[in-house]
């Protein structure tokens, strides 16, 4: 039997129409242009301000874009997989409702949480169910609705993320094209710098939980700096080099957009140019789990068959890795 990889054939993304500068954020907290761009280097962020709608909105916008440009029927689809830490509800998951918006009548659907790191962890997960052989067609989702649990208070916090989906159509090939390989880690070390105090069953809703502000994210920036500089560059060199990848084979690296700081950084470790990290995070910041997806899906055009893709995120848990995907088509454009 053939050996089946996993390739990426279709790519749908979406962000809301409501645009946060770092001026109207300067007159909610004590903050400045200058001070976000040269510690974050976020400009904007894109909100979902209307009242009712989650994460599901963003992401059934962000399917409904990728099956409509892959033509692809959505009762071919055999399984769907949100990557998310702001899902609609606790349960159901946010997955079985993208099966009813957008009509997918013969796939399983589940959620999958790993921060961050969570679509990183996903297409890999992915990737095997089609290296399987059983299925496929699958969807893979990275969506997050961060001003969900953001403090417009907390200056150390509130400029860093934003909201958006974007999502991935992944197919069997037997051609040397797609998810070739990954190294992936978690080390749980992380929980006291980076976490939610309350919502979960240690510490359930209360008047007190929402009057302390235990629902909101809570980080110490600088050793959340520290190791995801460190983990992400390890992780991008070890992948480059199990792979016979370097500075002049790497086409395109797609870093999780958390700070700007931290992508130089990477780019430093694999000797490679500042033109060859793909970045977004002026104008969408940190959108968690979709920060790598929402990249791809705003470079789409510049990525080209045959294209070494380096693929590395860091997040809460501690969480982190990196993928080497092969890119699988190019793209027309429209």
Request: glycine share 8%; proline share 3%; charged share 20%.
């Amino acid at each position: 039997m053939e050996k089946i990889n996993a390739v990426v054939t279709g790519v749908g993304g979406y962000v809301p129409d409501y645009i946060l500068d770092n001026e109207q954020l300067s007159k909610m907290v004590d903050t400045t242009d200058e001070w976000i761009m040269t510690r974050i280097g976020v400009k904007e962020r894109h909100i979902l301000s209307e009242e009712g709608l989650g994460t599901s909105y963003m992401a059934r916008k962000a399917v409904k874009q990728l099956l409509q440009k892959t033509g692809v029927n959505p009762d071919e689809i055999e399984m769907i997989a949100v990557a998310t830490s702001t899902p609609d509800y606790h349960f159901p998951s946010t997955a079985s409702i993208l099966c009813d918006k957008v009509g997918l009548k013969n796939a399983f659907a589940f959620d999958f949480q790993a921060a961050c790191c969570g679509f990183l962890f996903l297409m890999e997960t992915a990737a095997n169910f089609i290296r399987s052989g059983k299925y496929k067609k699958v969807i893979i989702v990275g969506a997050d609705k961060m001003s969900s649990m953001v403090d417009y208070s907390d200056r150390a916090v509130c400029p860093i993320f934003g909201d958006g989906a974007a999502a991935f159509l992944l197919e069997g090939t037997t051609d040397n094209f797609g998810i070739l390989d990954s190294y992936l880690r978690t080390d749980g070390k992380g929980l006291p710098f980076l976490h939610m105090k309350a919502g979960g069953s240690v510490c359930p809703p209360s008047y007190f939980t929402v009057e302390n502000k235990m629902h909101n994210i809570y980080q110490q920036g600088r050793t959340v700096f520290k190791y995801a500089v460190s983990l992400m560059s390890d992780s991008s060199a070890e992948i480059a080099k199990r792979n016979h990848l370097d500075k002049n084979s790497i086409d395109w690296v797609i870093p999780h957009q958390a700070n700007r700081r931290i992508i130089e950084a990477v780019a430093h470790r694999l000797e490679l140019p500042m033109d060859k990290m793909l970045m977004n995070i002026e104008h969408y910041g940190n959108t968690s789990a979709a920060t790598l997806p929402l990249c791809v899906w705003d470079y789409e055009e510049k990525l080209r068959k045959g294209d070494n893709l380096i693929f590395t995120a860091f997040g809460a848990g501690f969480t982190w890795g990196a993928l080497y995907m092969k890119w699988g088509y190019d793209t027309e454009k429209s």
